[in-house]
């Protein structure tokens, strides 16, 4: 691992096709914004030999600017590959937002790794999201890794801050999380800072000194060895307690001196189990340098500590139908099964879509069968269609390299999948599968738009579809009752990105206009209402009569209409037309223009006239009746009302709890989570939460998460029902 002798810097080069998955690691980035997760990538790449200096990436033999290839403000809000060639293992280094509105491009690229390194700042320490990934890795077994960066910082404090991870991470356990080198510190700076030049590797006791630009292994000082004693002790420790060698432990504390490379591979193992979480440290190269602090030391890790794609077990699989269907994990010979885990649109090339290849292997030009879970509330369609593979290629920022396949194991670019969305299922056109699908979070955050011109009205529907195809954690609803277009986003930023692919990648501009929720109406009492409708204009006229009674039914009862009329005053072919009168009428509201709900109307009387009575003056009579019935009586505005669930460190439940009562919230319950965190329980209407997926992450310091269900519609205090009558034109 990162503690063997290097002889070079390795075998340099961006990846070609992997031939085997066992010569395959696939490892995503972790960290919140700012960790320096994009720096660390470019330093790898370079150290790796992808880029032949920070910030430049060779191509033909001619040089671009790295930014230019992918701008690091694009990288900031989704998911990237960077696939490099290290000692004849092809790595795929996912680096993922660090944003908490980009989650699902940080849960992209966990389903497409299978290790994670988290990075941690050691100026800024480890926020609450990142520990809440944490705890998503652990759930399911994933092994991991920490690298602390900004060491160049002032304040940065590896040991300190490897205490702070130990004790975020570690869990029960702060013996499994544990250094393999310290930092090697140079002469005092005239600012007082001792820059950091090197690593000590605690296993082999080693010196590595980055200070020249090229990692240059030397033997330690005394004076260093002293320095590492206590924390080498430590770490033979804590891989001793993980080794399945149960005899180790006691020959260690009897004083045998334990073989280096026992160690190591006991280490090896610990990491790909997921049981031990080595820190690491790293820096970027300075100008001019061929090689970053840590990146090879780091690079040895990714290759002989994390798993294989072969030590990974195949997700759930079934046919589209529904029945279980067992695959081999990770055969490249088995039956096809992929699935895409990132989709984008290319102006040149059209849609592009990333690919982890689970069974099988994927070739240009095969048909494949493309299966979806539709996800009709998100708006994606269901898909169950047979597609042309377009090239296979090797992203690097917007550059893709062909190739020739891609194995089981391996991520891929496939190009030109025009009906795959993210997180659709590749596989066999003669032996369709469907892969389980990953969980995504709910998106909570209303952001209602309209077309700017009729221009861009024409426009609005394709791009809409393309952005839901892209993204599958924005929500698109077009909402029947307040007749809205809403685009359910994570965050603010979320939305802002989303209008911006909107207007740069699909040329539709749009207005973001305040977001309605489906207010209703009912009576708070029984009334009285007659309908009169008596016209002569020559001719045939119109004449029709009805008395009706209204009075409220219980929540959710609707509208039912009961017909009590004595001695045929109405004649029975026009009753059901007095009943659509009332509800057309009780669909557009009887104060404030809101559909009226969850009452009983009863016609009691009426007169009709043999010549001039008709279906459409029956209609008219039972509308008029209904309002002249709302204008005796006095009428609830009704709010949709929500159950909200935050689940909440211990830290911030007095402060949850007391901005959901400022919400007009009513608390039900609290109970214990685990893990010091709470899950409070409430009822808070809807018209004030638009915005609390914002307002909660600021409350919480994003260590919070909710969600939200309807509940039920109820009377909204006479004082803001008054304010909302205001501003209704016609109320």
């Avoid at 992450?697 to 803001?720: K, L, N, V, W």
């Amino acid at each position: 691992m990162g503690d063997k002798a290097h002889a070079h810097p390795g075998a340099a080069g961006r990846a070609t096709a992997a031939d085997h998955p066992a010569s395959v690691r696939n490892v995503v980035l972790v960290g919140h914004s700012g960790s320096g997760k994009t720096t660390l990538v470019e330093a790898l790449a370079l150290t790796a030999g992808a880029v032949n200096r920070a910030g430049r990436v060779e191509d033909g033999g001619t040089v671009s600017d790295y930014d230019e290839i992918e701008h690091r403000q694009q990288r900031s809000v989704q998911l990237s590959l960077v696939p490099v060639d290290w000692d004849g293992y092809k790595i795929n280094i996912l680096d993922t937002p660090g944003y908490a509105d980009f989650v699902g491009e940080l849960r992209a690229g966990l389903r497409a790794a299978d290790a994670a390194l988290f990075v941690v700042s050691a100026s800024d320490g480890v926020d609450g999201s990142t520990r809440m990934v944490w705890e998503e890795c652990a759930a399911v077994g994933m092994p991991r890794a920490i690298v602390v960066t900004h060491l160049e910082s002032a304040r940065a404090d590896f040991e300190e801050m490897t205490r702070i991870c130990a004790e975020a991470f570690g869990g029960d356990d702060p013996d499994a999380v544990l250094p393999l080198y310290l930092p090697l510190r140079g002469p005092e700076a005239p600012d007082g800072h001792a820059p950091v030049t090197g690593l000590i590797g605690l296993l082999t006791q080693r010196l590595f000194d980055y200070a020249s630009g090229e990692r240059k292994e030397a033997e330690p000082g005394p004076e260093q060895r002293q320095l590492i004693e206590d924390a080498r002790n430590r770490l033979i420790e804590g891989i001793i307690a993980e080794s399945e060698d149960e005899t180790l432990m006691d020959r260690y504390l009897g004083g045998e001196e334990i073989d280096l490379k026992t160690l190591v591979q006991d280490l090896e193992r610990a990491v790909a189990r997921g049981t031990f979480f080595p820190v690491l440290a790293a820096a970027p190269a300075a100008e001019g340098a061929r090689q970053g602090l840590g990146t090879v030391e780091l690079l040895e890790l990714v290759t002989g500590g994390f798993p294989t794609p072969l030590e990974r077990p195949a997700p759930s699989v079934t046919t589209p139908d529904g029945a279980s269907r067992a695959v081999e994990a990770c055969d490249p010979d088995g039956p096809l099964l992929a699935e895409v885990v990132k989709t984008a649109s290319d102006p040149y090339v059209g849609r592009v879509s990333l690919v982890r290849v689970f069974s099988g292997t994927l070739r240009p030009d095969a048909t494949v069968h493309v299966s979806g879970h539709g996800l009709t509330d998100r708006g994606h369609e269901d898909h169950d269609v047979d597609e042309r593979i377009g090239t296979l290629s090797a992203p690097f920022g917007k550059q893709q390299r062909a190739l020739t396949h891609c194995i089981a194991g391996d991520l891929a670019s496939v190009a030109k999948l025009n009906r795959a969305e993210t997180g659709d299922t590749l596989s066999a056109k003669d032996d369709p599968l469907l892969m389980e699908p990953w969980r995504m979070p709910d998106p909570l955050l209303p952001l209602a738009i309209e077309a700017h011109s009729k221009a861009d009205e024409d426009k609005l529907s394709q791009g809409l579809g393309r952005l839901a195809a892209e993204d599958p954690t924005m929500r698109l609803e077009q909402n029947p009752a307040t007749h809205q277009v809403v685009l359910w986003c994570l965050g603010e930023a979320h939305a802002d990105v989303t209008l911006e692919r909107l207007r740069n990648r699909y040329g539709v501009q749009v207005d973001v206009v305040p977001h309605k929720v489906s207010l209703r109406e009912t009576f708070a009492g029984t009334s009285s209402g007659r309908g009169r409708h008596v016209k002569q204009s020559g001719g045939h006229g119109q004449f029709a009569i009805c008395e009706i009674e209204v009075e409220p039914l219980p929540n959710g009862s609707g509208i039912e209409f009961v017909d009590k009329v004595i001695g045929g005053a109405v004649p029975r072919q026009f009753i059901p037309s007095v009943e659509k009168g009332v509800r057309a009428q009780a669909a557009r509201g009887v104060a404030a223009g809101y559909p009226l709900i969850d009452v009983r109307v009863t016609l009691r009387d009426g007169k009709a006239h043999s010549v001039d009575s008709s279906d459409a003056a029956f209609q008219t009579a039972g509308a008029l009746a209904l309002r002249e019935a709302a204008a005796d009586a006095r009428i609830h505005l009704l709010e949709p009302v929500a159950e909200v669930s935050v689940l909440v460190g211990d830290d911030y439940v007095g402060a949850v709890m007391s901005d959901l009562s400022g919400r007009r919230g009513r608390v039900v319950g609290t109970e214990q989570a685990g893990g010091g965190r709470t899950l409070v329980r409430a009822e808070v209407p809807e018209i004030e939460i638009g915005r609390y997926a914002v307002d909660l992450r600021s409350i919480s310091h994003g260590t919070a998460r909710f969600d939200r269900h309807y509940a039920r519609h109820e009377p909204m205090p006479q004082q803001i029902a008054e304010r909302i009558r205001e501003r209704t034109p016609d109320s």
